[in-house]
């Protein structure tokens, strides 16, 4: 075979499989514009709002689900009033929620007694500089910051640099 004919025939099985890996990953697609496009109109609130006010991680099958009901959320969205996603934003949106859960979980953990709510926290007090998370006043690298200040653990350090990175980049200008 040549390699054009190799590559197409690549492709076909991947497009053959790609349904099912949607539920892995899915560079591309933006869960921010999904929940934008899809669910903002009838939902006022903001996305990890949602997750943290409405739904839960079941175990042990890691599925995320409506808090209230135990509805799984990928059955729910499939039939919800009109709405309509592609298995890829699905996934995403999904993926989103959960991240907006482990996030949220840390925070609430190590730091909301004394710092309040993450997203008003990260957006009055941080900045992004050099790709860096740092404090506005003195420009602080946060992450060597913590390693002694609020007993989290380096996968919790991490974890909270990206959700305080993620504050701050989305805050409204
Ligand atoms: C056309 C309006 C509309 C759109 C668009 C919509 N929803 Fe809903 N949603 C509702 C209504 C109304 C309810 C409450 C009644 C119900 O459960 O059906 C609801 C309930 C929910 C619940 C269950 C909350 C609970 O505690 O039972 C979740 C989760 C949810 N929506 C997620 C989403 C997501 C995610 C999207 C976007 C992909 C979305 N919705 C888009 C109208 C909408
Ligand atoms: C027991 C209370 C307490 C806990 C728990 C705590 N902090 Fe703090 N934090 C403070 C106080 C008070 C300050 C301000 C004084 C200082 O810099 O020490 C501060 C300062 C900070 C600053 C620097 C802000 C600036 O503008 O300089 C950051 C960043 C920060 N905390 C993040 C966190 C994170 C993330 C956690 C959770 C892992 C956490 N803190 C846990 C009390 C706390």
Redesign the pocket.
């Known amino acids: 075979m040549s390699r054009v004919w190799r590559r197409l025939a690549l492709l076909a099985c991947l497009a053959l499989v790609a349904p099912r890996l949607a539920a892995a990953a899915e560079p591309g697609v933006d869960p921010h514009a999904v929940y934008e496009k899809s669910c903002l109109s009838c939902h006022n609130e903001h996305a990890g709002d949602m997750s943290r006010q409405r739904l839960a991680v079941s175990k042990p099958k890691e599925t995320l689900i409506v808090s209230r009901t135990g509805t799984g959320v990928e059955q729910l969205l499939k039939k919800h009033h009109g709405v309509k996603l592609s298995a890829a934003e699905a996934a995403a949106i999904i993926e989103l929620f959960k991240k907006g859960l482990t996030w949220g979980g840390v ?1 609430q953990h ?2 909301a ?3 309040g709510r993450a997203a008003d926290f990260a957006r009055a ?2 900045t992004l500089a050099d790709g860096r998370v740092r ?4 420009q ?1 690298d ?1 992450g060597a ?2 390693a002694t ?2 007993e ?1 653990t380096a996968t919790e350090i991490e974890t ?1 640099l990206e959700m305080l990175r993620y504050q701050v980049e989305t805050k409204p200008k």
């Open positions: 925070f190590r730091c007694r004394c710092h007090t941080l404090t506005q006043k003195g602080t946060v910051f913590l200040h609020g989290a909270l």
